[in-house]
């Protein structure tokens, strides 16, 4: 038996079918948050979240049907005197890893993220790059992605289809770009469309949307 095949033997799972439908929900919402919080090694890939935001992995890891158990971890900052608390998943399969690298996934993607064309116009896989690396601020009317150029022009291209009479808005910060909706009319136009009827979504983010463009 090869190594993989001897995981299994041991009692690993995991669905193989997992990211092979691109018209599926989770598929295209787990591959935004793998493409701005993920990392790829060789074979397996792996996220770490505060453990705040640990609902996503519990539903990654059920979406994959996955064996492997989500880890804990604390590190105390000698220099603040906080304490963070983390959570993080891993999974390794081959065919799995090898659908998400012809997505694109890169092992080391900072800046070089993109848009597969599959996605270009997926409400769910925009909704989990808002939810992994964007921000919907909760003191302005503002809603943003930061990364690569080209994710940023994709995310603002999407956003002027959702909502015709928006004009897209990229600046740079640092190194990073930043593309961004700043009219609350137009911000609520997108949340609203990357929020319906949605079985995937980060109850901090989602909270704000409804709070602050909901009336709830």
């Known amino acids: 038996r090869n190594m993989e095949q001897v995981k299994f033997y041991k009692g690993y799972t995991i669905n193989e079918l997992a990211f092979s439908d ?20 060789k074979k397996s890939v792996s996220i770490e979240l505060a453990s705040r935001d640990e609902e996503l992995l519990i539903g990654l890891q059920s979406y994959l049907q996955s064996s492997n158990t989500i880890r804990k971890r604390s590190r105390l900052d000698k220099r603040t005197g906080n304490t963070y608390h983390q959570s993080s998943f891993a999974f390794s399969h ?54 690569s150029k080209e994710l940023a022009e994709a995310f603002v291209s999407y956003c002027s289809r959702v909502c015709p009479d928006y004009t897209p808005k990229i600046k740079m910060s ?11 009319s137009q911000v ?7 929020y319906m009827n949605c079985n995937y979504k980060l109850s901090r983010k989602y909270q704000i949307y409804l709070e602050k463009y909901c009336g709830n």
């Open 188 to 194: 609520k136009v997108v949340l609203d469309e990357i």
């Open 174 to 184: 640092g190194k990073m770009h930043v593309g961004y909706v700043c009219t609350k």
């Open 94 to 147: 081959t065919p799995i890893v090898d659908r998400l690298k012809a997505f694109g996934l890169e092992p080391r993607k900072s800046l070089m993220e993109r848009c597969p064309e599959v996605f270009i116009n997926n409400r769910h896989f925009w909704r989990g790059v808002i939810e992994g690396d964007g921000c919907i601020s909760k003191t302005s009317s503002r809603l943003e992605i930061c990364g």
């Open 22 to 41: 691109i018209n599926e929900e989770a598929c295209a919402y787990f591959y935004g948050w793998l493409l701005t919080d993920g990392c790829l090694s």
